[in-house]
């Protein structure tokens, strides 16, 4: 068997489109939805994350602001501009790219963000709400994943899915949004992680396994029920001298011998990665409504 590979890039496409038709309704009505990012220091993976955000704004005619700063920026300074940010009119969405570096707190800064305009769902208002079955933001990767899910005809409603990785980012928001009670859920739930006794065995459980552990090819083919449905959420740069930058990106799941054993699998990259970019998108045109009173 050879799985289908479920296009990501494609999905999101579709979504963008979407998207672009919620932004000219609100620029009808004099609103014009706006994203800030705020990058702290030079690591060059969250440069590339927040530069491609940033371009997804302008590709959908959103107002966009990118906040970069070298990585010295005290807390206070960082604080003080999330402040500036959260009493600015034309921004809707405010995104802090993690990590931070080690002498900023992060849940600091989360926690100073307005939660009206917390377009990761990062904030623990939003986490709460996220649990309790009336979310203002779902987290973008996690809501991602969901839309992954539905639009490849792979919907997890009764499916036992095993989650590897519990992480506040994905792993256990994600776990959350799988479990409720909902069409669009309604799953039975495992979150295994590196502590797992034998995590091979309650891999092979899973209808549907999604893997956030961020090791590379960690998840291997035999690991696998036949016929999963397999969702790679790593993004692990491994050397490779054959490309002119050194190194190419591969997932957290050993892609090669998992596509002979699963029924569908996302690519890395192509897969979960412009799912998330794009349920940023997703996230600010609604911030944009709710702060302006449109339902
Ligand atoms: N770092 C890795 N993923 C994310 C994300 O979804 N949002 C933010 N703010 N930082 C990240």
């Given at each position: 068997?050879?799985?289908?590979?479920?296009?990501?890039?494609?999905?999101?496409?579709?979504?963008?489109?979407?998207?672009?038709?919620?932004?000219?309704?609100?620029?009808?009505?004099?609103?014009?939805?706006?994203?800030?990012?705020?990058?702290?220091?030079?690591?060059?993976?969250?440069?590339?994350?927040?530069?491609?955000?940033?371009?997804?704004?302008?590709?959908?005619?959103?107002?966009?602001?990118?906040?970069?700063?070298?990585?010295?920026?005290?807390?206070?300074?960082?604080?003080?501009?999330?402040?500036?940010?959260?009493?600015?009119?034309?921004?809707?969405?405010?995104?802090?790219?993690?990590?931070?570096?080690?002498?900023?707190?992060?849940?600091?800064?989360?926690?100073?963000?307005?939660p009206d305009?917390d377009v990761d769902g990062f904030h623990?208002d939003n986490v709460g709400r996220l649990i309790i079955g009336q979310p203002r933001f779902s987290p973008c990767?996690p809501a991602?994943?969901v839309?992954?899910?539905?639009?490849?005809?792979?919907?997890?409603?009764?499916?036992?899915?095993?989650?590897?990785?519990?992480?506040?980012?994905?792993?256990?928001p994600l776990?959350v949004l799988?479990?409720q009670?909902n069409?669009r859920a309604?799953?039975?739930?495992?979150?295994?992680?590196?502590?797992?006794?034998?995590?091979?065995?309650?891999?092979?459980?899973?209808?549907?396994?999604?893997?956030?552990?961020?090791?590379?090819?960690?998840?291997?083919?035999?690991?696998?029920?036949?016929?999963?449905?397999?969702?790679?959420?790593?993004?692990?740069?491994?050397?490779?001298?054959?490309?002119?930058?050194?190194?190419?990106?591969?997932?957290?799941?050993?892609?090669?011998?998992?596509?002979?054993?699963?029924?569908?699998?996302?690519?890395?990259?192509?897969?979960?990665?412009?799912?998330?970019?794009?349920m940023?998108?997703v996230n600010?045109?609604e911030a944009?409504?709710q702060?302006?009173?449109?339902?």
């Amino acid at each position: 068997m050879s799985a289908s590979i479920i296009d990501g890039k494609q999905i999101a496409e579709e979504i963008k489109k979407e998207v672009a038709r919620g932004v000219e309704e609100l620029k009808k009505q004099g609103i014009t939805p706006g994203l800030a990012t705020v990058l702290v220091g030079e690591d060059p993976a969250s440069q590339t994350y927040v530069g491609m955000k940033v371009k997804d704004c302008e590709a959908l005619g959103m107002h966009s602001i990118a906040e970069n700063h070298p990585a010295e920026m005290r807390e206070d300074e960082l604080l003080s501009l999330v402040d500036t940010l959260n009493k600015d009119n034309d921004v809707h969405g405010i995104l802090v790219q993690l990590p931070l570096p080690g002498h900023i707190d992060e849940q600091k800064v989360l926690l100073a963000i307005n939660p009206d305009k917390d377009v990761d769902g990062f904030h623990p208002d939003n986490v709460g709400r996220l649990i309790i079955g009336q979310p203002r933001f779902s987290p973008c990767t996690p809501a991602g994943i969901v839309e992954l899910l539905h639009r490849s005809g792979n919907p997890p409603a009764g499916k036992h899915v095993v989650v590897v990785g519990r992480s506040n980012i994905v792993g256990k928001p994600l776990a959350v949004l799988l479990m409720q009670k909902n069409d669009r859920a309604n799953a039975t739930v495992t979150v295994a992680h590196s502590r797992t006794q034998d995590l091979p065995e309650v891999v092979r459980s899973a209808d549907i396994v999604i893997a956030a552990i961020g090791r590379a090819n960690f998840i291997k083919a035999d690991w696998l029920k036949p016929g999963a449905v397999v969702i790679d959420v790593g993004t692990n740069r491994v050397e490779d001298a054959t490309r002119e930058r050194g190194w190419r990106l591969v997932g957290d799941v050993d892609f090669d011998a998992a596509v002979e054993v699963a029924s569908a699998i996302t690519p890395v990259p192509g897969g979960v990665g412009p799912m998330t970019r794009t349920m940023l998108m997703v996230n600010t045109v609604e911030a944009a409504r709710q702060l302006s009173g449109i339902s």
